[in-house]
């Protein structure tokens, strides 16, 4: 276990240096990453601690916050491959249905480990303000890892900034009318045990939105997530 816990840190130390260096508020610098071979190399290291790391004697929610990091950093690992690319989502869609990553011993893809792995495991519909698919519309990257004993405070500060921000909820008082982002039409069934988006929503907006709100919904922009 000490040694298991020592891999761990590493990898998840790594993955924070990296994090604080080229995340920012407005996407992540990759022109700026893909340049430095050193960097380029400690994403590499990184990707292969999570695919050697052992969840089996995790607490669930140790479990939890390392799923979201390994989804996190092979996103950011694969887009860095890709990179210069003006999009990680390709014609067929196979960015993300390919097995392309490995997790904790297994070749799996990035939808398999978000739909078969986090969310039913989990259940819990604020990781959609955590994990990162490298695009414009996405929720903004975390610029630290996840930890267990910090996760419901990461969570909910990410769920918060997000239904109040115009990525997330663009209300128009004059219109009545709020364009949510398309997680919410996408994983509504997600927000059932919150109540439903719109409710899960108002217990986290500044100013919450009026019961007879007319509601739409933002078209996603999978341009990369590129810093401006």
């Known amino acids: 276990m000490v ?51 052992k969840v089996s004697g995790l607490t669930k929610p140790q479990q939890f916050a390392f799923y979201i990091n390994a989804y996190n950093a092979w996103i950011l690992h694969e887009a860095l491959a890709k990179y210069p690319t003006k999009s990680v989502k390709d014609l067929l869609f196979t960015f993300f249905t390919s097995q392309r990553i490995k997790v904790a011993g297994e070749q799996i893809s990035f939808n398999h480990l978000e739909k078969d792995i986090i969310r ?7 990781v959609h303000f955590a994990l990162n698919c490298a695009s414009r519309s996405c929720p903004p990257l975390n610029q630290e890892a996840f930890r267990s004993d910090k996760l419901d405070a990461q969570l909910e500060k990410l769920a918060t900034a997000f239904v109040n921000s115009s990525r ?37 907006r500044s100013e919450p939105l009026p019961n007879d709100v007319k509601i739409t919904y933002q078209d996603y922009d999978w341009s990369l997530n590129e810093a401006k």
Not at 41 to 52: P, R, T, Y
Not at 120 to 126: A, I, K, L, W
Not at 175 to 199: E, Q
């Open 168 to 204: 997330g909820v663009d209300y128009s008082a004059e219109k009545k009318s709020a364009a949510l982002s398309a997680i919410f039409n996408w994983y509504k069934d997600d927000f059932k045990g919150a109540g439903g988006p719109l409710a899960f929503i108002n217990k986290r």
């Open 120 to 126: 039913p495991t989990f259940n819990e519909p604020r």
């Open 3 to 53: 040694c298991r816990a020592e891999h761990s840190s590493k990898w998840i130390e790594s993955c924070n240096i990296l994090l604080g260096k080229y995340v920012t508020g407005s996407g992540v610098k990759y022109a700026a990453w893909k340049n430095n071979a050193a960097d380029m190399q400690a994403i590499q290291q990184v990707a292969d601690g999570i695919a050697s790391e």
